[in-house]
């Protein structure tokens, strides 16, 4: 699989980020070893995960790096993995109450380093934004932990546009280590951020759009294949039990461009969506969410069809008018 650079970085990444959301479950190790052994063999070495995966099980536990950790292990791999979390992510009992904290940061980071046994993390994200924080103070933190060696790079999910700018600028003016990815929602499907049920996540807007476009930020979005949106449509024409966020009549009129362009390429309705994202002007390392070796295999075809061109790319994601 072709390995991408994350820019102001020298870490080169495959094209697609496996997501370790969907690993939790610590009794299901074999079934995501296999995965996990998969996506190395085809040459992945990025997995997503965070320090909140997994704590909503009875355990409470990271059972997501827990897993990666021990695969990584098990495997003598770590070395050519680019190792990657998230943390400082609100208490799922209050998701209004904020983790940023300089103390609360160290806390997930430690917690993470020992889960997936290693001394540095390649690339660490903060997972959710506290406005009522200056960047300043955020950044200042966080460089803390970079001059100590736990981490090596840094990013943020669900974060705006003006907060990574202002991150950015504080961090640059001070000789800091700025943001150098993004990981905010986004995929082909256009999104009703009304309809998202929780309300401190973060969609692609026109704004940051527009940062990505000017900085050359690398983003490496989450809920890229729109939960799966697309592939519902083509095996339930009635579009039972779609998510509401995105059943509407741009991405049904989307859905119909994908099918069109798929039947072009030979390639299915979820390679598409996905090399939308590849194929913008700006580095976008999707993360996929494949539990199983079938959908993974799947996924990975979207890294092999050639770049879509501008034309292809405005004409997947017009707008319905």
Request: charged fraction near 25%; aromatic fraction near 8%.
């Amino acid at each position: 699989m072709e390995k991408r650079t994350i820019p102001d970085t020298d870490l080169q990444v495959s094209a697609l980020c496996l997501g370790g959301g969907g690993f939790c479950d610590l009794s299901k190790k074999e079934e995501t070893f296999r995965v996990f052994d998969l996506f190395y063999e085809q040459g992945g070495n990025f997995i997503d995960t965070a320090n909140i995966y997994g704590r909503w099980l009875p355990e409470g536990k990271n059972s997501s790096e827990l897993l990666i950790g021990e695969w990584m292990a098990s495997r003598g791999c770590r070395e050519n993995m680019v190792i990657t979390t998230k943390g400082a992510h609100p208490p799922l009992e209050d998701m209004s109450r904020s983790r940023l904290s300089r103390q609360e940061i160290q806390e997930d980071i430690d917690s993470s380093l020992k889960a997936l046994g290693v001394d540095r993390i390649d690339l660490y994200y903060l997972h959710r934004d506290d406005e009522n924080r200056t960047a300043a103070e955020i950044m200042e933190s966080l460089n803390d932990f970079v001059k100590a060696g736990k981490l090596r790079y840094l990013g943020v999910s669900n974060w705006s546009a003006q907060r990574i700018a202002q991150a950015n600028d504080y961090a640059r003016s001070h000789g800091l280590q700025p943001i150098v990815a993004n990981q905010p929602m986004w995929s082909l499907a256009a999104v009703d951020p009304g309809q998202i049920p929780d309300k401190t996540l973060r969609a692609m807007d026109d704004e940051m759009y527009m940062m990505h476009m000017q900085t050359g930020m690398a983003a490496v979005p989450y809920s890229s294949q729109a939960q799966g949106y697309f592939t519902k449509l083509e095996k339930q024409p009635e579009r039972a039990r779609l998510m509401e966020q995105y059943d509407n009549d741009i991405n049904r009129m989307r859905f119909e461009r994908v099918k069109e362009l798929a039947s072009g390429y030979g390639a299915t309705v979820n390679q598409i969506a996905l090399a939308y994202l590849i194929s913008q002007p700006f580095p976008v390392v999707p993360i996929v969410g494949c539990r199983t070796e079938e959908a993974l295999l799947d996924s990975l075809g979207a890294a092999e069809l050639p770049r879509f061109s501008v034309d292809e790319l405005l004409y997947l994601g017009l707008s319905a008018e």
